[in-house]
């Protein structure tokens, strides 16, 4: 099975950046996606991000459009999200999730084998 560690969380002003990193461990033979998802105070889990691990492609939930940026690096199996411009409203803790199969909806956490603990970012005003 493969396992997935995330890093990078802090507590930043708006405006500022932070840089999440998700390394996958155990088997990841048939790693195909990697996504973010976030989840702040009694809020529901979303879906921030998700990259392809067959082509680099990407997908991106429309609050963080344009300000956030998902990579990977498949040799490493390893995943990055590049948060710039943070607002407030992105104060979560944020998961990293694999997925072992192509996700027919990529938002769906019901399409990913495994979830991090979470690293938490904080965003003040």
């Known amino acids: 099975q493969v396992q997935v560690v995330e890093s990078g969380g802090g507590s930043v002003q708006a405006g500022g950046s932070l840089r999440l990193s998700c390394v996958a461990s155990?088997?990841?033979?048939?790693?195909?996606?990697m996504a973010w998802f976030r989840q702040g105070p009694g809020k529901e889990r979303e879906a921030v991000a998700c990259?392809?691990?067959?082509?680099?492609?990407?997908e991106y939930a429309d609050s963080v459009q344009g300000r956030f940026t998902i990579s990977r690096n498949n040799a490493k199996n390893e995943a990055y999200l590049q948060l710039n411009n943070l607002k407030p409203e992105d104060t979560a803790m944020y998961y990293c999730?694999?997925?072992?199969?192509?996700?027919?909806?990529?938002?769906?956490?019901?399409?990913?084998?495994?979830w991090g603990q979470g690293t938490q970012v904080t965003v003040s005003s």
């Open positions: 999730a694999a997925a072992e199969r192509w996700p027919g909806y990529w938002y769906n956490a019901l399409y990913y084998n495994t």
């Open positions: 155990g088997y990841t033979y048939n790693l195909r996606a």
């Open positions: 990259v392809y691990f067959g082509d680099g492609g990407t």
